[in-house]
């Protein structure tokens, strides 16, 4: 799996099912979803994603703001809020979680998407800000097969926050071709996400 794998978190199918559609479309990958908040702490368990969209309010007995609560303590992941009216008291323990950004419905397909790729770049420089800059070297003589220089600059842009659809545009490469790219760095890093290949880069620049 190349692309970036989704939780959606949502108790309404309909618009669960359109916001699957939109990511789908646009090079994203729905790693499930789930319609109350024991359901999604379930899959970020079982199949942890590299990104949650989260419903606030949720027809159960946790929110959304306590999925993101969870997330915070043990998943690190970039995650946004999607609420309509929200009380006041909401909201502020809604901050509190540092989301990456908030969707008011109702919202369009480039509102998603403008909303994701701010969250992702956002969540990166944070996350990266006490990091060295990745270094080719350094990171090559910790593998047993290196790097080749143009999946290097792959991974750097994935490190940087960068959706599948900005990295194939700033490097003028096809999707399948950057597909490739990825799959040979994550076979070379010995991880099966995006998530797992940027922590193991940081453990590296840190070592």
Same mark, same amino acid.
């Given at each position: ?5 989704? @939780? ?5 199918? @309909? ?11 646009? $090079? &994203? ?6 319609? $109350? ?9 079982? #199949? !942890?994603?590299?990104? /949650?969209?989260? $419903? ?13 609560? &969870? ?6 992941? !970039? ?7 929200? %009380?006041? %008291?909401? @909201? ?16 369009? +397909? ?12 956002? *969540?990166? /420089?944070?996350?990266?800000? *006490?990091? !060295?800059?990745?270094?080719? $070297?350094?990171?090559?003589? #910790? ?5 080749? %220089?143009?999946? =290097? ?5 994935? &490190? ?17 071709? @950057?597909?490739? *790219?990825?799959?040979?760095?994550? =076979? ?7 998530? +797992? ?6 453990? =590296?620049?840190? #070592?």
């Amino acid at each position: 799996m190349t692309g970036i794998k989704i @939780l959606i978190v949502e108790d309404e199918p @309909l618009i669960a099912k359109n916001i699957g559609m939109y990511l789908n479309n646009n $090079d &994203y990958e729905v790693s499930a979803i789930a319609y $109350d908040a024991d359901e999604a702490l379930q899959q970020l368990k079982r #199949q !942890p994603p590299d990104f /949650a969209i989260l $419903d606030i309010n949720l027809e159960s007995d946790k929110d959304g703001i306590q999925v993101a609560e &969870y997330i915070n303590k043990n998943n690190f992941i !970039p995650f946004i809020y999607l609420t309509s009216y929200s %009380d006041k %008291d909401t @909201l502020e323990r809604a901050k509190k979680t540092n989301p990456s950004g908030f969707i008011v419905k109702p919202f369009n +397909e480039k509102t998603l998407y403008a909303t994701i790729e701010i969250a992702l770049s956002n *969540h990166a /420089a944070q996350a990266n800000k *006490h990091i !060295p800059v990745l270094s080719f $070297d350094k990171i090559n003589k #910790q593998l047993v097969t290196p790097l080749s %220089d143009r999946e =290097f600059d792959v991974i750097k842009l994935m &490190y940087d926050g960068k959706t599948n659809q900005q990295i194939a545009g700033e490097l003028f490469i096809a999707m399948n071709t @950057l597909k490739k *790219h990825i799959n040979n760095a994550y =076979f070379k890093l010995d991880v099966s996400s995006r998530t +797992e290949a940027i922590a193991k880069l940081r453990g =590296f620049m840190l #070592q």
